[in-house]
């Protein structure tokens, strides 16, 4: 409640987007909602949200994936009939998106204010990052701060926190995106970063 909160104008409609979210959505409760007030606050208002429900059947949830899409124009919608699993969805999301950047996110997680302006900045001045993450705050009964800059080398005894990063979308594909077998545990994050380190693909963490 501390952090200042700036009123950033969105762009009109004519205007492309440079960089699309992708979410998976499983059972969506009203805490999406907290994500989509995070992404309209954003400095870098050329965004696309794009929220993958993955063969969900509930009533609840459709109801509130089609109240995001009226509250803003910027979001939109990918459906599977039956449930393949969230790193499949996040797969399709980055697929089907027609930007250079796509930033993956999770149903519930906040960003600050400047972390799309900053993240694909890093990656426009730095064409040697295939991705960037961003330092974190892990909300429970203690905050949890993760500010990871390990070298990608010490990826292959402990994994990063899983999630959060942006990624140029043709370096996401060149390392194969995610392995659905693996689960939804964290494990297919991993196994992401071990494969981008395997193909020459490095990036970096901007606090």
């Not at 954003?42 to 929220?51: D, V």
């Not at 969230?86 to 697929?95: K, P, S, W």
């Not at 001045?125 to 070298?151: C, D, K, N, T």
């Not at 693996?182 to 196994?191: K, S, T």
């Amino acid at each position: 409640p501390w952090r200042p909160r700036l009123k950033y104008a969105p762009l009109g409609p004519d205007v492309a987007p440079s960089v699309t979210i992708v979410t998976p959505v499983s059972r969506a409760t009203p805490v999406l909602f907290e994500t989509l007030e995070s992404l309209r606050g954003q400095s870098l208002q050329a965004w696309r949200w794009l929220l993958v429900e993955d063969g969900s059947r509930d009533p609840e949830t459709a109801a509130l994936l089609d109240l995001a899409q009226r509250r803003d124009a910027r979001v939109e919608r990918r459906s599977f009939a039956i449930e393949r699993g969230l790193a499949r969805a996040r797969n399709v999301g980055v697929l089907a998106a027609r930007t250079p950047y796509v930033h993956l996110l999770e149903d519930g997680d906040l960003l600050e204010a400047t972390a799309l302006e900053k993240a694909s900045w890093a990656l426009r001045s730095r064409p040697q990052w295939a991705y960037v993450r961003a330092h974190s705050i892990e909300v429970g009964e203690v905050a949890l701060l993760h500010a990871e800059q390990a070298p990608r080398d010490a990826w292959l005894v402990a994994p990063p926190v899983a999630g959060g990063a942006m990624f140029r979308r043709e370096a996401f594909v060149h390392a194969g995106g995610f392995d659905g077998l693996l689960g939804d545990d964290a494990l297919e994050w991993w196994d992401l970063w071990l494969r981008c380190a395997d193909r020459g693909l490095a990036g970096g963490c901007i606090p």
